[in-house]
């Protein structure tokens, strides 16, 4: 369905995305996971054709066979809604506050489909009940600050649907819910990809969140994919130092450790020593390099390659290179 | 020995706005009857959704809000009922940390100033010194203090939020969703450095937050919240292993990394 590959892309200062390739086929659903600065929204926003303008790109993007690479913003529109859709974090900003829910949703089916009027009003029905939005015929009447956030999720999602894409990408579309809203707006794009062969690119900071969501999993740190295989088997027995950081600096429930330990003092969580750099200050190497805990000489300036690993997965560490 | 916290069946409601002209809005019972008590030196999680009251519970304990009803004893003192010399002097033995570094800190003056901000409305004196201590606690340096709040990343705006509640050495500690905006590895170094400070300086501590796995890694006791209400209360082990409440079965669920 999507393909990148050697995709980078590059401001004056800083690189936000250096050399990543994934592959989305149909019907498949993909996690990106990864703290702020990672690159996750940029390579979002790459699959949409919306990098800015004053990013340099190059690599590859491949949609259904077509080369987008370098297309013009004129192509990418054809491509956008109808094949390609994106859902936000923050539903309210995404909906014209003085718009009916109806005439929002409305809008594509005519403009992109064009559709009638009636007939767009009946197929806003049909997306507003296959959401799971109560009481479809009120609800396209009503304004966006007089529905829940996680109503407001989901008239954003069936936005994202009204033109049937191929490829759902969502960034961050649990991070403003409460956990129980959250899990259902993921119970519900999980059922609408699995219904609907619908590929889902599922980004997100919530590692929980995206194994609920996905089939695979990306883990991304500072502009590279660090990690990527399949969900369970990443999440179970991470390879890449970064993602075995991120995993054990997760407070767990009902661990095998103990709360205090025996002389009273509470158990300290696993840490990444130092914090993130900011993307102009990343090493040439291995981005991880500086916080990694086995870190060897040569990493800070040479980087490491994809290497794969045994279950279709692979991951950018030294360590793993031949012979390691 | 008086437990340093006690509070004993608060309420607060709020008059929503009114909707037509002749009648007065809707009533919003934000906390209804919330009571725990709180030892030295111990930690109480709060966990609760939006809309759940963990934050107009918080904002009693500081005093920044009276209950309608109940109280709230800080040491054996009544708070609501204190006149305001009173209740400023106690003030410095009671602190808050905020979720979001940014609004706390004033971005025209140096971290240093923002810092020493509680001991000023206090009243105490050696205010470099103190800065300079409470810095070095929460893993800064005393140079730190002469830099600006946005020359520091989001973790280490919260070490300063840190800095500024301990400045005074409180006897207790309230975080209101104080790690909820820092990435997990970030997240991770700021509930190591509250334990780190909880069992240097014999801090209490009242940790609110939605995030049940974060309360469980450093609440000796919990009370889950729901719209207002207390719905579950007791040890964290225990609460975590033996749930009663669906409610809180629930929580534990949407919170684990496996489904």
């Not at chain 1, 077509?66 to 990418?76: C, N």
């Not at chain 1, 009120?138 to 009204?162: D, K, N, T, W």
């Not at chain 2, 009173?86 to 609004?103: H, K, N, S, Y």
Request: glycine share 8%.
């Amino acid at each position: 369905m999507m393909a990148l590959s050697g995709l980078s892309v590059s401001f004056d200062t800083a690189q936000a995305l250096r050399d990543v390739s994934l592959q989305v086929p149909q019907g498949t659903r993909l996690g990106i996971v990864g703290e702020s600065g990672s690159g996750k929204s940029m390579l979002g926003l790459s699959m949409m054709g919306m990098v800015p303008e004053a990013a340099r790109v190059s690599g590859r993007i491949m949609l259904d066979g077509t080369d987008l690479s370098g297309a013009s913003e004129r192509l990418w529109r054809r491509h956008r809604a109808r094949r390609v859709a994106m859902i936000f974090q923050e539903p309210m900003a995404a909906l014209n506050p003085l718009q009916r829910l109806g005439d929002t949703v409305m809008e594509p089916l005519q403009v992109h489909l064009g559709l009638s009027r009636a007939a767009a009003r009946t197929r806003a029905l049909e997306l507003f009940d296959e959401v799971g939005i109560p009481d479809p015929p009120a609800r396209l009447r009503q304004y966006p600050h007089e529905i829940s956030g996680g109503q407001r999720q989901r008239v954003l999602i069936a936005l994202a649907l009204s033109c049937d894409p191929a490829l759902l990408i969502a960034d961050e579309p649990t991070t403003a819910l409460d956990a129980h809203v959250a899990l259902r707006i993921i119970e519900l794009l999980v059922d609408l990809a699995e219904r609907r062969q619908m590929a889902l690119v599922f980004i997100s900071h919530d590692l929980a969140a995206v194994a609920r969501a996905t089939e695979r999993i990306a883990v991304m740190y500072g502009g590279e994919i660090a990690e990527e295989g399949p969900t369970a088997a990443v999440l179970e027995n991470p390879r890449h130092p970064y993602t075995r950081g991120l995993l054990g600096a997760r407070p767990g429930i009902g661990g095998a450790t103990p709360a205090r330990g025996a002389d009273g003092r509470r158990q300290r969580l696993p840490t990444i020593p130092g914090s993130v750099p900011p993307l102009s200050q990343l090493p040439a190497g291995c981005r991880f390099a500086g916080r990694c805990p086995v870190e060897m000489p040569h990493c800070a300036d040479t980087r490491p390659a994809a290497y794969p690993l045994p279950g279709d997965r692979h991951a950018a560490c030294h360590l793993l290179g031949a012979g390691a | 020995m008086t437990p340093l916290l006690e509070v004993r069946h608060v309420t607060r409601s709020y008059r929503m706005p009114r909707r037509s002209l002749l009648h007065p809005g809707p009533v919003l019972t934000a906390v209804q009857d919330v009571s725990f008590t709180l030892a030295r030196g111990r930690t109480l999680g709060i966990v609760g959704e939006s809309g759940s009251g963990k934050s107009t519970l918080a904002r009693m304990i500081m005093a920044f809000e009276a209950p309608d009803t109940g109280e709230v004893r800080f040491d054996g003192h009544d708070l609501h009922s204190l006149g305001s010399a009173d209740l400023r002097r106690l003030r410095r033995r009671f602190q808050m940390v905020f979720q979001d570094p940014w609004g706390s800190l004033d971005p025209r003056r140096t971290v240093a100033w923002s810092i020493a901000e509680p001991l000023r409305a206090t009243g105490a004196d050696a205010l470099d010194r103190r800065v300079d201590e409470a810095l070095v606690q929460v893993g800064l340096r005393p140079a730190d203090g002469r830099k600006y709040p946005h020359e520091f990343s989001g973790g280490q705006r919260q070490r300063i939020a840190i800095a500024r509640a301990i400045v005074t050495r409180p006897a207790l500690l309230v975080a209101d969703e104080a790690v909820s905006a820092l990435d997990v590895s970030v997240q991770a170094q700021i509930l190591n450095l509250l334990m780190d400070l909880q069992e240097e300086l014999g801090l209490a501590m009242i940790f609110i937050s939605h995030d049940l796995p974060v309360v469980a890694c450093l609440a000796d006791d919990m009370l889950v919240m729901r719209a207002g209400r207390p719905v579950e209360t007791g040890a964290t082990a225990s609460l975590i292993s033996a749930p009663k409440a669906e409610y809180t079965k629930s929580l534990l669920t949407a919170g684990g990394l496996m489904p």
